[in-house]
């Protein structure tokens, strides 16, 4: 109850952030972290310690100095996170010898609670990856990047379903809005799947949680 409390007075603090929305161009990296990524990281790692079960695996919650912005001093062997690639983004990387690294531009995430919510969430699919490679449908042996991507929404709907704080139909909505142009090639490294194919993979951990997104996504897929 008490986060909930905190997440309902964060909503409050947050709901009229102002940053623009990085989609129409001009994204300002100065911005200050949003107040709310700590409260969606802790939740985040709450929700993958109680749900691990389902998968099989014992989860790790990620460190709150292992998340971070080109501000704020998270490094990755040694290096901190480089502006540019982060830029209108956010990723994983596990293989830093600090440990794994949840980056993102604060701008970006900033842009509303929502965006940090399914940002997030997304990035936690990548997170539970890493320390389950053998759940990644990537590594299966004709997977493809796309479908560690289309997992990756697959996992954030699950725990959208389940705990985020801002509506739903909105952290669908701003998954698929993020999805590529239909010319992308489905074996391009960079591929993240259409918005219908991310809809899709979001909607089966809604409505499956995150035993469906290893067991029934890939049928599911249109
Ligand atoms: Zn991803």
Known sequence: MALAALLAVMILATGCDGSSDPGGGGTTTTA?????????????????????????????????????????????DGRPIDR??????????????????????????GSSLVRAEATMAHEWGHVVQAQARELDLSEDADGLPIDAE???????GAWSAERAVSDLADLRRDTARAGDPHHVDLEDPDAHGTPQERATAFDVGVEGGPAACVDELIDALP
């Not at 700590?38 to 460190?63: K, M, Q």
């Not at 289309?150 to 954030?156: E, H, N, P, R």
């Open 150 to 156: 289309l997992q990756a929404d697959c996992f954030a």
């Open 84 to 109: 540019a690639e982060v830029e209108g983004n956010a990723f994983v990387d596990p293989e830093c010898r600090e440990g794994i690294l949840v980056a993102y531009d604060p701008a970006y995430i």
């Open 32 to 76: 200050a972290p949003p107040r709310d990524v700590a409260a969606i990281v802790a939740d985040l790692n709450a929700y993958w310690t109680a749900r691990d079960a389902d998968l099989g695996f014992t989860y790790s919650p990620v460190p709150a100095n292992r998340v971070g912005s080109p501000r704020d001093g998270v490094t990755c």
